[in-house]
């Protein structure tokens, strides 16, 4: 979760809370080795943003239809759905040829 934070601070991640900017300032790994926020501080913030970004890549690849998926989707608005739908109520009507192969 340490890693996905970091990469998303150092790539686009914009921090806009001061709270959270604060915490982040006295996370980091302590004497005794465990990675936490200083003596006296919190890092609630810290550790539900690392949460957040351990999760976003994660929820956008299950939130996206797969290709086989998107194709059974009958999307109201696809031109495709749109002329399937009208094919059998505005049928254009193309009169039969006569028999000598003349259409007039």
């Not at 790994?29 to 990675?35: K, M």
């Not at 999307?75 to 009169?95: N, S, V």
């Amino acid at each position: 979760m340490i890693t996905n934070a970091r990469m998303l601070l150092a790539t686009d991640g914009v921090i806009h809370s001061e709270e959270l900017k604060s915490e982040l300032d006295t996370f980091k790994e302590q004497d005794n080795g465990r990675i936490e926020a200083d003596s006296g501080a919190f890092d609630d913030r810290v550790l539900a943003y690392m949460l957040g970004a351990f999760v976003l890549p994660r929820a956008v690849k299950v939130t996206r239809p797969r290709s086989e998926e998107r194709k059974r989707v009958n999307d109201i608005f696809d031109m495709g759905t749109i002329i399937r739908e009208c094919e059998g109520r505005y049928a254009l009507k193309i009169p039969e040829p006569a028999n000598d192969g003349d259409w007039w």
